[in-house]
């Protein structure tokens, strides 16, 4: 299983006219397919910028570094390749940093790149100078200091191979300024190698079928892996062929059509209880490009208890980091799929689900389905954000913020494509939401894309409103506002025992004012029967909008599995609202 | 050192990169190790080589995995590893990492 191709040229060429740093560094990126970057100006990055000018690369000025990283990070997740921002040094480096992480967690492709302080002042306490290549170590794939101007070019293109191969990622390229204007003739290339996923291996295969062929209760968990190598295809073939039941990760949500029968719904903390139930009382558990994170187990001793594991990845540093699987399958996932449907062809050996657990599925379906009669006077968020994913009969692309409407979206939303739904997934970052959908409509401008956002999130980066109105990137923005930080205030009233802390919001400018000051149309709604108005308003033929939602503050989301317990002990059973009140007074 | 914890030694072998033996380093205390000793050799060529004692509870072999994910290093080794500790890949799978007294795997990073 040889995986590395190490090709070793060490060449020098003479090019045709000598060009600085900067304008080498521009020629690569269009080589990589570069189309679009988002970014900031500044001192040390200046002469990148000046090449930037009449290079028919198109810039898109966020109005805060951190905007134009979460851009740089859902362009990225939509087009499969790099998303690329760029920072002046110091401060503008340091707020790509979030984005970057961003990335790391949720395995995006991203190229962010940083001008420096020159070189001789480096390690100097310089004007704007940190140290970002050792800030962002954690977070990063991999990162270079650009030291030699010949070999930006082949420097680049490693960059953009490591970014987008095998388990892709961020890759930082911190740009001296000296560098960056030296000029030359010479292009050197640097030692190359090349990242080959592993085959899938043939006895993991052979016993990953056999337990698939002789279990009585399995289920699948798609993980974010499946759309990230765009496996989604032959996902679907693989369960519908053997009608096996499945749930997904919240960053797979779409790689089942969510309305198709047997999709048993999101799993973990907010997921649907019957995904968890599922999970709970299966006897073989395939994850499919997922991690085992600990808001998708809950209680890891207690995960999945009766189940034999088999896991599959392209990523061998996943295998047994959680839950150690009884067959792990490193690689590519589709082709590892395709082989499981070859080998159970075969043998004659399909894999199997048992009638009554075929039964028991559907009736837990039935049983935890979605109830959409909550009591009270307002606005229910979820029952919105249904009819806004069914609004038309393609699903928008929505970009999610963080905290409780984020949870609402993955619940009640319907996605046909995991595409469609673009969440801060791993690193749960509050103000991806606004600069996620400029990025996503930038890579999609067939797309309808709508921002939906809470109040909290919409205030870390409202400042791209204007990033909206000058390019006339059509955007739509859902705010779904409850004059609280509302994921934060749910947990101290179940888990502090009601005493609020830094939680009100009560005193939010008039967000609609605020956009249309921006330029945005605007509108506000608090009452249901203006629901279905103001989503045709919204999703009207009239340009970028601001739909602000004014729901109860006390609504929480339901169900919920506590911290530290097991899947299968969540709170707000049954959903909604029929049983919450029974759990806030048992915590209380 | 409680009692779960255990000491391990890894050879590592680098590319000789800017920030490659930071990027080692760190990911071992990132991943729930402790560093007893480090020894840095010259180096040759364009590889450099680490010699690190860690001690820590979680398992030697998923840091072998998560070291050889870094893009600088180049493969790691386990001295007198305990090939058990693979034992996801049973059942006849033949892409165990553990290949006796040293385990050094054939898979590489992404």
């Known amino acids: 299983m040889s995986l590395l191709q190490e090709e070793h040229e060490q060449r020098t060429e003479a090019t045709a006219a000598p060009r600085n740093g900067s304008q080498l560094m521009i020629e690569a990126l269009k080589r990589n397919g570069v189309q679009h970057i988002f970014g900031y100006p500044g001192g040390a990055i200046m002469p990148l910028y000046d090449a930037l000018v009449d290079s028919g690369l198109t810039h898109f000025l966020c109005r805060h570094e951190q905007g134009a990283s979460f851009a740089a990070d859902a362009y990225g997740r939509v087009t499969r390749r790099p998303g690329v921002c760029m920072a002046t040094s110091g401060p503008g480096a340091t707020n790509l940093v979030t984005g970057i992480a961003n990335a790391f967690m949720d395995s995006v492709p991203m190229v962010a790149i940083t001008g420096q302080v020159p070189s001789p002042l480096q390690g100097t306490d310089a004007f704007q100078e940190v140290d970002i290549f050792g800030i962002t170590l954690p977070v990063v794939k991999h990162s270079y200091i650009v030291r030699d101007v010949a070999e930006i070019g082949a420097l680049v293109d490693e960059a953009f191979h490591v970014a987008t191969s095998g388990r892709p990622g961020p890759v930082l390229i911190d740009f001296p300024k000296d560098i960056s204007v030296q000029m030359t003739e010479e292009v050197r290339a640097r030692p190359?190698?090349?990242?080959?996923?592993?085959?899938?291996?043939?006895?993991?295969?052979?016993?990953?079928?056999?337990?698939?062929?002789?279990?009585?209760?399995?289920?699948?968990?798609?993980?974010?892996?499946?759309?990230?190598?765009?496996?989604?295809?032959?996902?679907?073939?693989?369960?519908?062929?053997?009608?096996?039941?499945?749930?997904?990760?919240?960053?797979?949500?779409?790689?089942?059509?969510?309305?198709?029968?047997?999709?048993?719904?999101?799993?973990?903390?907010?997921?649907?209880?019957?995904?968890?139930?599922?999970?709970?009382?299966?006897?073989?558990?395939?994850?499919?490009?997922?991690?085992?994170?600990?808001r998708v187990t809950g209680k890891l001793s207690h995960f999945a208890p009766t189940a034999r594991v088999i896991h599959m990845d392209i990523d061998p540093a996943e295998v047994a980091k959680l839950r150690r699987p009884d067959i792990a399958i490193v690689g590519e996932l589709a082709p590892a799929l395709e082989a499981l449907e070859r080998h159970a062809d075969e043998r004659g050996a399909a894999p199997r689900v048992s009638e009554s657990w075929h039964r028991q599925c559907t009736a837990w379906q039935k049983e935890f389905a979605w109830r959409y009669d909550a009591p009270g006077e307002g606005i229910y968020a979820p029952k919105l954000l249904r009819d806004l994913s069914r609004h038309s009969d393609e699903p928008p692309v929505i970009a999610c913020d963080v905290g409780q409407h984020q949870m609402w979206v993955a619940q009640h939303c319907r996605f046909t494509d995991p595409l469609q739904h673009l969440t801060s997934g791993g690193l749960g970052a509050m103000g991806y939401g606004l600069p996620a959908a400029i990025g996503a409509k930038v890579a999609r401008p067939e797309a309808t894309v709508v921002a939906v956002s809470g109040d909290g999130s919409f205030m870390m980066n409202v400042q791209e409103l204007a990033t909206i109105k000058r390019y006339g990137i059509d955007v739509r923005i859902v705010?779904?506002?409850?004059?609280?930080?509302?994921?934060?205030?749910?947990?101290?009233?179940?888990?502090?025992?009601?005493?609020?802390?830094?939680?009100?919001?009560?005193?939010?400018?008039?967000?609609?004012?605020?956009?249309?000051?921006?330029?945005?149309?605007?509108?506000?709604?608090?009452?249901?029967?203006?629901?279905?108005?103001?989503?045709?308003?919204?999703?009207?033929?009239?340009?970028?909008?601001?739909?602000?939602?004014?729901?109860?503050?006390?609504?929480?989301?339901?169900?919920?599995?506590?911290?530290?317990?097991?899947?299968?002990?969540?709170?707000?059973?049954?959903?909604?609202?029929?049983?919450?009140?029974?759990?806030?007074?048992?915590?209380? | 050192m409680n009692d779960s914890d255990r000491k391990h030694a890894l050879n590592i072998q680098l590319r000789a990169a800017e920030g490659a033996v930071l990027r080692a380093l760190g990911l071992i205390e990132r991943r729930g190790f402790r560093l007893e000793t480090v020894h840095a050799a010259e180096p040759q060529g364009d590889g450099q080589s680490l010699a690190v004692t860690v001690i820590g509870e979680r398992p030697a072999d998923l840091l072998r995995r998560q070291l050889e994910r870094l893009h600088d290093v180049l493969w790691v080794e386990l001295p007198g590893a305990d090939t058990a500790s693979a034992d996801w890949t049973a059942r006849g799978a033949t892409n165990t990492p553990g290949t006796g007294a040293v385990a050094r795997s054939a898979a590489r990073r992404n």
């Open chain 1, 192 to 294: 190359r190698e090349t990242f080959t996923a592993p085959e899938p291996d043939a006895a993991a295969i052979r016993a990953a079928a056999d337990m698939l062929a002789t279990a009585r209760r399995p289920l699948v968990i798609g993980g974010g892996g499946i759309a990230i190598s765009d496996s989604v295809e032959v996902f679907r073939r693989f369960i519908r062929r053997y009608q096996l039941p499945v749930t997904t990760t919240l960053k797979a949500m779409g790689v089942i059509p969510t309305d198709e029968e047997g999709f048993l719904g999101m799993l973990g903390m907010h997921g649907n209880e019957a995904a968890n139930h599922a999970v709970q009382n299966c006897d073989v558990l395939m994850v499919v490009g997922g991690r085992f994170d600990d």
């Open chain 1, 479 to 588: 705010l779904i506002d409850n004059s609280m930080l509302g994921m934060v205030r749910q947990w101290q009233k179940l888990f502090f025992g009601g005493k609020y802390s830094e939680v009100d919001l009560s005193d939010n400018p008039d967000f609609a004012k605020v956009a249309e000051a921006f330029g945005l149309r605007a509108r506000t709604i608090e009452r249901p029967d203006q629901v279905a108005g103001g989503l045709d308003w919204l999703l009207s033929p009239d340009g970028p909008a601001l739909l602000h939602v004014k729901i109860d503050p006390e609504e929480n989301v339901w169900p919920l599995v506590p911290p530290g317990s097991a899947n299968h002990q969540m709170m707000g059973t049954g959903q909604g609202k029929r049983s919450k009140g029974q759990w806030e007074g048992l915590m209380e």
